[in-house]
């Protein structure tokens, strides 16, 4: 069965960081990537980070560009989403997805309805 759950978030204040965790089960990181996305209340669900093992492509959107960083520990089939830097327009709740590796970090954080799993979201609040 597979399952993603990520973990993590928390409140923090304006400048603070945070650490996500998205623990993958049921599939190998080989042959999916890794997808961070997030929404706010009333706002459409943003892909935020990727991270495709395989071909070693990664992706940011412009809003934390030099503030998230992905990474991945192949060894505990996690992906891990440092922020840092952050600001309360990242309040939102964070999900991970997966997506079959062919289909690249580029489209896949612009096309959410097409993931393969999802995770349950965790949610992060930074307060100004």
């Known amino acids: 069965e597979v399952q993603l759950q990520a973990s993590g978030g928390g409140l923090v204040q304006a400048g603070g960081s945070l650490r996500l965790s998205c623990a993958a089960s049921?599939?190998?990181?080989?042959?999916?990537?890794i997808v961070w996305f997030r929404q706010a209340p009333g706002k459409e669900r943003e892909g935020v980070s990727c991270?495709?093992?395989?071909?070693?492509?990664?992706y940011y959107a412009d809003s934390v560009k030099r503030r998230f960083t992905v990474s991945s520990d192949n060894t505990k089939n996690t992906v891990y989403l440092q922020m840092t830097g952050l600001k309360p327009e990242d309040t939102a709740v964070y999900y991970c997805?997966?997506?079959?590796?062919?289909?690249?970090?580029?489209?896949?954080?612009?096309?959410?309805?097409?993931?393969?799993?999802w995770g349950r979201g965790t949610q992060v609040t930074v307060s100004s």
């Open positions: 991270i495709n093992y395989s071909d070693g492509g990664l």
């Open positions: 049921g599939f190998s990181f080989d042959d999916y990537a």
């Open positions: 997805a997966a997506v079959e590796r062919a289909y690249g970090c580029y489209d896949a954080a612009r096309n959410y309805n097409h993931m393969d799993y």
